[in-house]
């Protein structure tokens, strides 16, 4: 149990350095936010798919799992990854990378509290403190920097709506990871991660198509030097990152896990 919960924290760290290159990479695209969700979706998807052949715990456990399962799992990709991934990189095009993922360390309290009321999960004082302290730290990395440097200068936006859809997306980003822990009682982290991923995908082309913005969206995604940024972005940032943060949600309580993964902007520094 020990070494599970050791390499659970762990997992949540490296889920942070992978999000800070994504973020880093997608801030600097020029497609629509929810253009560049639909493509990493559609990437990362594929490579999920493709490992759990691999690396996956056999058709037993997708036989066994119950209907509620798959049902909290979808719930969870169309919260956290087609709407709040979609309103994360709005706010990363708006503020820039660095000072959207300091909103970001609004996710562990949210998760403590959901934690708390619908996943029973208690943390002891030491634990809350050793939280309280990682979150300041974060703050004070990051206060004195230049963040307006950040700015692609692609995409403008009133600084107000950048931050209102950073903390709109923590909140659909925890709520997602609290489905997914949920479902996880039956369901391994990778093919948890497959099954929101490839979800939100086929959500998030069903919506373009019925907006009629997919062709506009096929032009930008395919525009040169984009494809080849994408696929690094998705492979780092949503392959290995979001396969990892299940499995760090999966291994220790809820908060510990997101106060893990909240140091991205640190990486990002």
Same mark, same amino acid.
């Given at each position: 149990? $020990?070494?599970?919960?050791?390499?659970?924290?762990?997992?949540?760290?490296?889920?942070?350095?992978?999000?800070?290159? $994504?973020?880093?990479?997608?801030?600097?695209?020029?497609?629509?936010?929810?253009?560049?969700?639909?493509?990493?979706?559609?990437?990362?998807?594929?490579?999920?798919?493709?490992?759990?052949? *691999?690396?996956?715990?056999?058709?037993?456990?997708?036989?066994?799992?119950?209907?509620?399962?798959?049902?909290?799992?979808?719930?969870?990709?169309?919260?956290?990854?087609?709407?709040?991934?979609?309103?994360?990189?709005?706010?990363?095009?708006?503020?820039?990378?660095?000072?959207?993922?300091?909103?970001?360390?609004?996710?562990?309290?949210?998760?403590?509290?959901?934690?708390?009321?619908? *996943?029973?999960?208690?943390?002891?004082?030491?634990?809350?403190?050793?939280?309280?302290?990682?979150?300041?730290?974060?703050?004070?990395?990051?206060?004195?920097?230049? *963040?307006?440097?950040?700015?692609?200068? *692609?995409?403008? $936006?009133?600084?107000?709506?950048?931050?209102?859809?950073?903390?709109?997306?923590?909140?659909?980003?925890?709520?997602?990871?609290?489905?997914?822990?949920?479902?996880?009682?039956?369901?391994?982290?990778?093919?948890?991660?497959?099954?929101?991923?490839?979800?939100?995908?086929?959500?998030?082309?069903?919506?373009?198509?019925?907006?009629?913005?997919?062709?506009?969206?096929?032009?930008?995604?395919?525009?040169?030097?984009?494809?080849?940024?994408?696929?690094?972005? $998705?492979?780092?940032?949503?392959?290995?990152?979001?396969?990892?943060?299940?499995?760090?949600?999966?291994?220790?309580?809820?908060?510990?896990?997101?106060?893990?993964?909240?140091?991205?902007?640190?990486?990002?520094?």
């Amino acid at each position: 149990m $020990g070494s599970a919960m050791e390499f659970g924290q762990v997992a949540g760290l490296v889920a942070a350095a992978c999000w800070a290159i $994504g973020s880093f990479i997608y801030s600097r695209l020029d497609a629509p936010a929810a253009a560049m969700n639909l493509a990493k979706n559609a990437i990362s998807g594929t490579l999920l798919l493709l490992s759990i052949p *691999l690396f996956g715990s056999g058709m037993g456990l997708w036989i066994a799992a119950p209907a509620s399962a798959y049902l909290w799992l979808v719930i969870s990709a169309v919260v956290g990854i087609q709407i709040g991934d979609a309103a994360y990189f709005r706010s990363i095009q708006i503020l820039g990378p660095r000072k959207a993922l300091v909103l970001t360390t609004l996710t562990p309290p949210i998760s403590a509290v959901l934690g708390w009321f619908w *996943l029973a999960e208690q943390l002891e004082l030491p634990a809350l403190i050793a939280m309280a302290i990682t979150l300041v730290g974060i703050a004070v990395v990051i206060r004195d920097r230049n *963040l307006a440097s950040d700015r692609s200068g *692609l995409h403008e $936006g009133n600084p107000r709506d950048g931050l209102l859809l950073g903390v709109f997306a923590a909140f659909c980003q925890s709520t997602g990871l609290a489905l997914s822990k949920v479902s996880m009682q039956y369901l391994p982290p990778l093919e948890a991660s497959a099954i929101r991923i490839v979800t939100a995908f086929v959500g998030g082309l069903l919506v373009a198509q019925y907006t009629g913005v997919l062709p506009r969206w096929k032009q930008q995604l395919f525009a040169p030097g984009v494809p080849k940024r994408l696929f690094v972005a $998705g492979f780092i940032g949503t392959y290995i990152g979001i396969w990892l943060s299940l499995v760090s949600a999966n291994s220790v309580a809820l908060a510990i896990a997101t106060t893990k993964m909240s140091v991205t902007p640190v990486f990002m520094v």
